[in-house]
């Protein structure tokens, strides 16, 4: 790395790593110079719900797979390794951008925005706050590799399996209102181009919404349905899953959860929000 690089602002490298063998191996890795701003995962409500191992094992894939560096995981609601008391600790002068928060959802949450933008507000170190995860392509990645993880959609060819029981359809459910599932449709198509297969969404927080959903696949023909959770496993709403595809009569996959794709897309984030605030 030239002496350049290590300045404390400069930016993250990237460059091709000598590609690793196994299932999830990533083509492409984001490394960060020394004194780089800390990366850090911001996590929906509080430190001690379910699911919220799931965020310190992204965090680790992040240094391993991709930055070299260690990411920190903040949550938002509560006192315990909250957002606010982590990024006091980071201990950075004033004129320097101590961290850039990368929340950890799939897609834009108007709650979960407003209050990671007034927490980085009021920091008292800089921080900027980095985009959600999705949509993005590789959420739908990570959707049809959980879908064939539970045996409901066939494996891509990377993974050369072909699952006999996979659905002929799939409702994607996402957490939020009705531009939660707007947002979600993007991923949707990536997935039905992945499956070749009718793809529907559909809001968690919305019976209906499923119930439609369901019905306009067996419309389009579908004779098995899926639900495939479009959350990453530390939501609330992943308590929901069960019962939504109860509804329709449907198996369903498991959350996103930690998956090397979201783990490439949270470094990704952090270089993109790091890039902007370094050229401003």
């Not at 911001?42 to 379910?50: E, I, L, Q």
């Not at 209906?208 to 419309?219: H, N, P």
Request: hydrophobic share 45%; charged share 20%.
């Amino acid at each position: 790395m030239s002496p350049e690089s290590q300045a404390p602002e400069a930016l993250p490298s990237r460059r091709r790593r000598t590609p690793r063998g196994g299932r999830h191996r990533g083509d492409e890795s984001f490394l960060l110079p020394p004194g780089s701003p800390t990366l850090v995962l911001a996590v929906p409500g509080p430190a001690r719900r379910a699911g919220t191992e799931v965020a310190a094992e992204l965090a680790r894939l992040v240094e391993i797979e991709h930055t070299g560096q260690p990411a920190r995981v903040a949550y938002l609601e509560g006192d315990e390794a909250g957002l606010h008391g982590v990024l006091a600790g980071l201990g950075r002068q004033d004129d320097e951008l101590a961290a850039v928060v990368v929340p950890l959802s799939t897609g834009p949450d108007r709650a979960l925005d407003a209050a990671l933008h007034a927490t980085v507000a009021n920091s008292p170190v800089r921080a900027v706050a980095a985009e959600p995860l999705g949509p993005h392509p590789l959420i739908a990645e990570a959707l049809h590799d959980r879908l064939a993880d539970a045996g409901l959609a066939r494996a891509d060819r990377i993974r050369l399996m072909t699952m006999v029981t996979a659905a002929s359809g799939v409702i994607i459910a996402t957490p939020g209102d009705a531009t939660a599932v707007r947002q979600a449709e993007v991923t949707g198509v990536l997935l039905a181009s992945r499956l070749a297969a009718p793809v529907f969404t559909a809001s968690l927080n919305d019976e209906s919404s499923v119930k439609g959903a369901a019905e306009q696949l067996r419309m389009a023909g579908a004779t098995s349905i899926a639900v495939a959770p479009h959350l990453i496993g530390t939501e609330q709403e992943a308590a929901l899953v069960p019962a939504a595809a109860g509804l329709v009569g449907s198996a369903h996959s498991a959350p996103l959860g930690a998956h090397p794709a979201l783990a490439r897309l949270t470094a990704l984030r952090y270089v993109e929000a790091l890039s902007t605030a370094l050229a401003d």
